[in-house]
């Protein structure tokens, strides 16, 4: 329950006054509703009670009490809705931004996308009851009850030790279902969710092998068993939904039966009017409808806590300086132009749960003009050297800086113009060839992406279609092949023209012939720009300046 405590504390800092008055309005509707229904049943005995016996009875000033109180529970209900829905939503707006930046900068590389949406949206949906559907009916709940509590005592001994056992009979539910949080069962409901729409994805996206292979019953197969144990858990959560409106219920009732005794015999001795026993049956007759407004809550809390575990998680790794993204209005120090363009000094970085660091103390440096390869075996951290110049992670300890400024000072707009990235698998989006482009320059006219297209070979290509510029590509850059892909993200390269060049084995997998004129695009169209080239194949390794092996951390 910390998480789900936490994520609370979070909120209400975040705009405590919202937060603060949407618990209040929502007082308003539930105190309107409970007095209705006592006044009402007061005044109602009271006037039939004169009607028999010919006392004369002020109808006036309970008929306006009982106006009164309909126009505030109606306007109540209105305003309640209102006002903690627009805190909820605009708290997890912001959550949202907080949350997507977190997971992208620490889950680069390691998950599928498909997942990782997935699960963001699914615990920010899940976390939108945590307010709505547990602060505010646990808070009214509580007051309601003081209240209550308040008027029994004033009635008789009797009344106040039947109402303060049945409520400690709710509270004791509600305490049980929040400290039996069965993260278990959610963690079930979660898994078989990712497997059924990551087996959908596949299943769309390979829909052609499979059919060619006569793999499509199998792959569907997969999805319905997936589909079924999710069906499964959710069951369970189900009952455990009913369970808790039937225990709730059963006090209820319990409830108003052992009151409709107290108040016969209270009545009977004399301790108690008529008129006011019928007023607090009735009030206890509404108490199960307040209670059943936090039992959604209780119901959903092991998915809630589970989702709130995950969100405050990374958004708490953030907060707390781990891979920050920087400022975007942040300025550089206007550096003369002199020195080394990317500086590595006594840098280490561990991965979270490794036993160690997969860098540690490294220190080299590229001047301007300068094409250094990084070499090593596999997992050695190469790519990840990539990343920490890119500021697509941050390092434990040491610095790194560009042109003399610590990359940390940049803001996130000049870190882009300062550092260009070409990797081994670029994005395409589900959009035009011009589009893809201007990524780089959103300013950039028709002439200026022909140039690059040119630049990097695809030119004709993209000129036999009839659209030219404006051809759609499909997810992934679909319609054209893998070394046409890897040279519409060059020609987007060509675009800029930063301090420093990021090649991240850009010419892995494609055939020698593909990769060598891409890579001979690339050298022939840098000038002075320092290249940081992350590589393993020979062609890369001979257009270097100097190579640093990871083996021994040794420039040569």
């Known amino acids: 329950m910390k998480p789900v405590w936490q994520f609370i504390k979070t909120q209400k800092s975040y705009d405590l006054h919202s937060f603060v008055l949407g618990i209040f309005v929502a007082l308003l509707p539930a105190a309107a509703g409970i007095l209705l229904l006592g006044v009402s049943g007061w005044f109602i005995t009271s006037a039939a009670l004169a009607g028999l016996s010919g006392v004369f009875l002020n109808i006036f000033a309970p008929s306006a009490i009982i106006r009164a109180l309909a126009i505030i529970r109606t306007a109540g209900r209105y305003g309640e809705r209102m006002l903690t829905h627009d805190a909820t939503f605009r708290f997890l707006g912001n959550l949202r931004n907080r949350l997507f930046s977190a997971v992208a900068e620490n889950a680069v590389g390691r998950q599928r996308s498909g997942l990782i949406l997935n699960r963001l949206t699914a615990d920010i949906e899940a976390l939108d009851t945590v307010y709505l559907r547990l602060v505010v009916p646990i808070v009214l709940c509580i007051v309601v009850a003081t209240f209550l509590l308040l008027v029994w005592a004033g009635s008789s001994g009797l009344v106040l030790l039947a109402g303060l056992g049945f409520l400690a009979g709710w509270a004791l539910l509600a305490w049980k279902s929040l400290s039996n949080s069965d993260r278990k069962t959610a963690r079930r409901a979660d898994a078989a969710s990712d497997a059924m729409r990551l087996r959908a994805a596949d299943l769309a996206a390979g829909r052609r092998d499979l059919a060619i292979y006569g793999g499509l019953d199998k792959?569907?197969?997969?999805?319905?068993?997936?589909?079924?144990?999710?069906?499964?858990?959710?069951?369970?959560?189900?009952?455990?939904?009913?369970?808790?409106?039937?225990?709730?219920?059963?006090?209820?009732?319990?409830?108003?039966?052992?009151?409709?005794?107290?108040?016969?015999?209270?009545?009977?001795?004399?301790?108690?009017?008529?008129?006011?026993?019928?007023?607090?049956?009735?009030?206890?007759?509404?108490?199960?409808?307040?209670?059943?407004?936090?039992?959604?809550?209780?119901?959903?809390?092991?998915?809630?806590?589970?989702?709130?575990?995950?969100?405050?998680?990374?958004?708490?790794?953030?907060?707390?300086?781990?891979?920050?993204?920087?400022?975007?209005?942040?300025?550089?120090?206007?550096?003369?132009?002199?020195?080394?363009?990317?500086?590595?000094?006594?840098?280490?970085?561990?991965?979270?749960?490794?036993?160690?660091?997969?860098?540690?103390?490294?220190?080299?440096?590229?001047?301007?003009?300068?094409?250094?390869?990084?070499?090593?075996?596999?997992?050695?951290?190469?790519?990840?050297?990539?990343?920490?110049?890119?500021?697509?992670?941050?390092?434990?300890?040491?610095?790194?800086?560009?042109?003399?400024?610590?990359?940390?000072?940049?803001?996130?707009?000049?870190?882009?113009?300062?550092?260009?990235?070409?990797?081994q698998r670029p994005y395409l989006f589900n959009d035009t060839v011009a589009a893809n482009l201007r990524i780089a320059d959103p300013d950039a006219i028709d002439t200026q992406l022909w140039q690059a297209l040119e630049r990097a070979e695809l030119a004709d290509r993209i000129a036999e279609s009839a659209d030219g510029l404006k051809t759609v590509l499909g997810e992934g850059g679909l319609g054209l092949s893998g070394g046409e892909q890897r040279r519409l993200a060059l020609a987007r390269a060509f675009l800029t023209r930063p301090a420093l060049f990021i090649l991240d084995e850009m010419t892995e997998g494609l055939d020698e012939k593909t990769g060598s004129d891409v890579l001979s695009s690339f050298m022939e169209f840098r000038t002075d720009e320092a290249v940081l080239m992350i590589a393993h194949k020979k062609r890369e390794l001979e257009v270097a300046d100097r190579i640093v092996n990871l083996t021994d951390t040794t420039a040569n």
């Open 219 to 423: 792959a569907a197969e997969g999805i319905t068993r997936a589909s079924e144990q999710l069906r499964s858990v959710e069951d369970g959560l189900e009952r455990r939904s009913i369970r808790l409106s039937a225990y709730s219920n059963l006090i209820g009732q319990a409830f108003l039966a052992t009151m409709l005794f107290v108040c016969a015999w209270g009545v009977a001795e004399g301790t108690i009017s008529l008129p006011y026993a019928v007023g607090l049956l009735l009030v206890v007759m509404a108490l199960p409808e307040i209670v059943s407004m936090m039992l959604p809550g209780l119901a959903n809390l092991p998915r809630t806590a589970l989702a709130a575990t995950r969100t405050m998680s990374a958004t708490g790794a953030a907060k707390k300086g781990k891979q920050q993204i920087a400022d975007p209005e942040k300025r550089p120090e206007e550096n003369p132009g002199t020195g080394p363009v990317l500086t590595f000094k006594n840098v280490t970085f561990t991965y979270p749960g490794a036993s160690r660091p997969v860098l540690d103390n490294l220190s080299f440096s590229i001047e301007r003009g300068e094409t250094l390869a990084i070499a090593g075996r596999s997992g050695c951290g190469k790519s990840t050297i990539a990343a920490l110049a890119a500021r697509l992670r941050d390092s434990d300890s040491g610095s790194i800086r560009i042109n003399g400024t610590d990359i940390s000072d940049y803001g996130e707009i000049d870190l882009r113009r300062a550092v260009s990235v070409l990797s």
